[in-house]
């Protein structure tokens, strides 16, 4: 039996909105050989493809999902066919993901997630879903593949800016909270037993170098550098009784965990947005849409600003810093 983890983020550019960060946990009963060989896309290739058709689930880069229709449907159907439906409470908002707060409600940090109702699927239909997942669910089971688990980080603006302040760097934001999350899936691997796993993340922002940030959330482990260089810095360590290998890959989303992961963060990042622009619609009306991204931005934040100070809506709940 082996692991594979895949971690994601949906949003780091934008101004406004979350930033969300996705992870899967697959379990792999019979990876047969060397784990690093392993290509869930090959295993399941009756079921899953990179490019949609009505005979494969399309998983791959959410951008590029994304902007296949330009609305949620492909990313419901990966999200809603592979989630657990016993756990998954959507929105993101509402239960469905591991929130990057304690006791404090999301509403509490920005009042567009509150009063969301709207049930799920949105543009795709349940009778796509349910044949999705009838054939993916049948696949793994043949495969002796499990997707174990699925979390999310979901960080509010406010809470965004909360971390930003306290390490001053956007970079450094995004791979604190991922390795936070990396964090907790492998906490929920047995330890019964030594496992083979193996992590792959999307590089964050361009950097080369992890060393330094392995250390600091495995401060008892022993991280061996096996590749630092612009197409992927890789690691390996003894997490307890694991072999673990972790890789920070540019175009990481070309391994199928690490593209559902991504999938789930774009399909919360894009839902919260819905939320976003269907507030602001009712306190500004007429109001263009925006995905946050910085010139749209900074064009939204003018037409809400008399609204925001009626609101008494603070700057740093509204508008990411960095």
Avoid at 1 to 19: F, K, Q, R, S, T
Avoid at 63 to 68: C, E, L, M
Avoid at 103 to 121: C, I, K, L, N, T
Wanted: proline share 5%; net charge negative; glycine share 8%.
């Amino acid at each position: 039996m082996a692991y594979l983890i895949g971690v994601d983020e949906a949003g780091y550019g934008p101004n406004l909105g979350p930033l969300v960060i996705g992870g899967t946990l697959w379990r792999i009963e019979d990876p047969q050989g060397d784990l690093a060989a392993v290509d869930l896309y090959q295993r399941l290739q009756n079921v899953v493809g990179t490019k949609p058709s009505p005979q494969r689930l399309a998983i791959a880069d959410s951008k590029v999902i994304y902007a296949k229709r330009k609305d949620l449907s492909l990313l419901e159907e990966a999200v809603l066919a592979t989630c657990d439906r016993a756990k998954s409470v959507l929105p993101i908002w509402q239960g469905a993901c591991e929130v990057d707060f304690a006791d404090e409600a999301v509403g509490d940090h920005a009042p567009w997630y509150q009063g969301w109702e709207s049930p799920f699927p949105l543009h795709t239909t349940s009778e796509i879903v349910t044949r999705r997942r009838d054939g993916f669910s049948a696949c793994c089971d043949e495969e002796g593949i499990t997707l174990a688990d699925v979390q999310s980080m979901f960080l509010t603006a406010k809470r965004f800016n909360a971390r930003l302040v306290a390490c001053d760097n956007k970079s450094t934001v995004l791979s604190q909270a991922t390795m936070g999350l990396v964090c907790h899936l492998l906490q929920t691997i047995p330890t019964d037993q030594s496992q083979a796993i193996r992590i792959v993340c999307d590089k964050h922002g361009g950097r080369d170098y992890y060393l330094g940030l392995l250390q600091h959330f495995f401060p008892d482990v022993w991280w061996q550098p096996w590749e630092e260089s612009k197409a992927v810095s890789r690691y390996a360590a003894e997490v307890g009784p694991h072999q673990v290998t972790i890789e920070f890959r540019s175009k990481g989303e070309g391994f199928l965990p690490t593209a559902l992961a991504s999938i789930y963060a774009k399909f919360h990042r894009e839902v919260a947005m819905l939320a976003f622009n269907r507030y602001w619609a009712t306190h500004v009306p007429g109001i263009a849409e925006t995905a946050g991204y910085p010139v749209d931005a900074k064009r939204f934040a003018q037409e809400t600003e008399a609204a925001r100070k009626k609101l008494g809506i603070a700057w740093e709940t509204f508008w990411r810093l960095k």
